[in-house]
C-alpha cells in the first residue's frame, strides 16, 4: 500500500486538455514576464476573494515580505506572528529589517489569537502577521479590533488557507494585505513557485507592485528600492485554469476530513482537527495530535506501511536558533511540536484511500 500525503497528479489529470492549451497559448504569445496573461489571473483571483486588488509576485515568502514592506515595516519596529508556522513567517519580519515577536496559539485550532496577540506587543510593534495555518485562520474580527485600538497593520499569511471564508469573507480580504503561495502543494498549486498579495487599499495595492518591479514607477525611473519579484507568465496561465475548481477541491478535502473524524473518533490518545466556529476549515493538512510521546512511533508505523504521513513542524520558529535569542515563551506552540502528526490529504483522493488511511492510522495508535 502507497498512499502518499499529497498527490497533484489527479488535477493534472482531470485538467491535462486545458492546462496543456494554456501552456501552448502562452508560448506563442511570446509574453512570458507579466503582461496579459498576469493582469488577467490577478483579476480573476481578486474576483474570486472578493477584493479590489491582487498583485502577482514569485512566491509566498516573496509576498509576505512584500506586503510587510508596503505596510511600511522597518528597522526597529516589531511584528508578532506565530511561533507554529514555517519558518518563512518570521524570516520575512527579518528580511525588512524588524524584529519577529512570537504569540502562543490555541491548542484546538493551533493558530494565535487575538488575546496572545496582544500580549506579546510591545510599544515597538507595527504590525500583527496572523497565520492561517493548515487550512483555518484566527478570529480575525478580533484581531482587527485588536489592531483597530492599538494602531497597527495586519498582514495575512493565507498561504495554507486559499478560499478559506470567515462569514461572507475569505481570508486574505479581512486584513490590510493578504498574503498567499501557490507552492504545488498548496490548496490552488501551480507548477513551481509563485505568490499573490491582495488588498483593498489603493494606495499599499500601488506600493506593492512598484515594488514586487525594482521600485519602477515608469520605464528607467527607480523612485525607491525594491523587488524583482514577478508572477511568471506561466505559472499564471496554469492556475488560471485550475481557480474555478479550488471551491469544489476545497470541499473534497472537508469530505475526507469528515471520514477521517469519524473513523478515528474515540481512539485513545489521539486528537482529531477542531474547526473553530468563527469560519471554515479547508483542510490543507489534516492534522492529529497523538499524545504521551507516542507520535514518532506512530509517524514510523505509518510510513513504513506506505501511508505518508508528515510533522508540520517539528520546532516551533522560537526555538529556532536565528531566534532563540529573543526568549519567546510559547508552550503551547512547543508542546503541539511534539504531538502533531499530518495524514494524507488531496483532492480525489476517494474513500477507499482515506478508509485505508484512517484504519492503519487506528492499528498505529493501538501499538505504539
Known sequence: MQIPIYNPKPQYEALRSELEQAATDLLASGAYVLGPTVEAFEQAVAEHLGC???????????????ALVAAGVEPGDEVVTSP??????????????????????DPDTF????????????????????????GQGPDMAAVN??????????????????????????????????????????????FGDGGMITTNNDQLAAQCRLLRLHGQERRDHHTQVGYNSRLDAMQAALLHVKLPHVDGWNAQRREI???YDRALAGLPGLTTPHTAPHGDHIYHQYTVRIADGRR??????LQAAGIGCMVYYSVPVHRQPVYEHLQAHCPVAEQAC???????????????????????????????
Not at 500580549?119 to 502577521?129: D, G, N, P
Not at 484512517?358 to 498505529?364: F, I, M, N, P, Y
Request: charged share 20%; net charge negative; glycine share 8%.
Open 257 to 259: 476530513a469528515a471520514l
Open 145 to 190: 479590533e485588536l489592531a483597530r485600538r492599538r494602531g497597527l497593520q495586519v498582514i495575512e499569511d493565507v498561504a495554507q488557507a486559499f478560499g478559506a471564508r470567515q462569514g461572507d469573507a475569505r481570508l486574505g480580504t479581512l486584513g490590510d494585505l493578504g498574503a498567499h503561495s501557490f507552492y504545488p502543494t498548496k490548496n490552488l498549486g501551480g
Open 296 to 301: 514518532d512511533a506512530v509517524r514510523d508505523t
Open 111 to 134: 493558530n494565535v489569537t487575538a488575546e496572545t496577540l496582544e500580549a506579546a506587543c510591545t510599544e515597538r510593534t507595527k504590525a500583527l502577521l496572523p497565520v492561517h495555518i493548515f
Open 84 to 105: 507554529f508556522t514555517f519558518y518563512a513567517s518570521a524570516e520575512v519580519i527579518s528580511l525588512a529589517g524588524a524584529t519577529p515577536r512570537f504569540a502562543d496559539i
Open 52 to 66: 479590489r486588488h491582487a498583485i502577482g509576485v514569485n512566491s509566498g515568502t516573496d509576498a509576505l515580505l512584500i
Open 338 to 368: 511534539h504531538e502533531v502528526l499530518s495524514l494524507p490529504m488531496w483532492p480525489y483522493m476517494g474513500e477507499e484511500r482515506a478508509h485505508q488511511v484512517a484504519e492503519a492510522v487506528r492499528q498505529a495508535v493501538q501499538q505504539a
